[in-house]
């Protein structure tokens, strides 16, 4: 019966701590497209510095990954758009990768001002920032 009852209650525990512990690894996740999306951008303005305009090719920028199951799958695809005046980084979730199921948080977006913004699938939200 003791047996029974600590099963019961590890079960509970599990039930509890395992969805909190999925949108921390998501959170960290959109944490780190963040910091991509600002490295991309600095190496925009040093580009810019260099060579008097801004690159379009994505892979001029270099990407880091923290972890080799990303470097395989990658979280994040990254892309550059070049505006009139500037240019607007983003960040889309990759439908394989371990970001998958964030939903909330699903196109990042930096502009060369500084302007951060997040769409979901149901549309623009701001718990991403």
């Known amino acids: 019966m003791e047996l029974l009852l600590v099963l019961a209650l590890v079960g509970v525990m599990l039930g509890l701590a395992i969805p909190t512990w999925r949108q921390h690894q998501l959170s960290v996740g959109r944490q780190q497209a963040w910091l991509q999306l600002h490295r991309i951008g600095l190496?925009?303005?040093?580009w810019h510095?260099?060579?008097g305009r801004y690159f379009e090719d994505i892979s001029l920028a270099s990407i880091e990954s923290d972890h080799s199951y990303e470097q395989k799958q990658g979280s994040y695809y990254y892309q550059v758009k070049l505006l009139e005046t500037?240019?607007?980084l983003s960040a889309t979730v990759n439908n394989n990768g371990p970001q998958s199921l964030d939903t909330l948080c699903w196109y990042l977006t930096l502009s060369?001002?500084?302007?951060?913004?997040?769409l979901g699938?149901?549309?623009?939200s701001n718990?991403?920032?």
Do not use: R, V
């Open 112 to 118: 060369d001002a500084g302007e951060m913004k997040s």
């Open 127 to 129: 718990l991403c920032k």
């Open 121 to 124: 699938k149901a549309g623009e």
């Open 49 to 51: 510095l260099q060579h």
């Open 43 to 46: 190496q925009q303005e040093m």
């Open 86 to 88: 500037g240019f607007l």
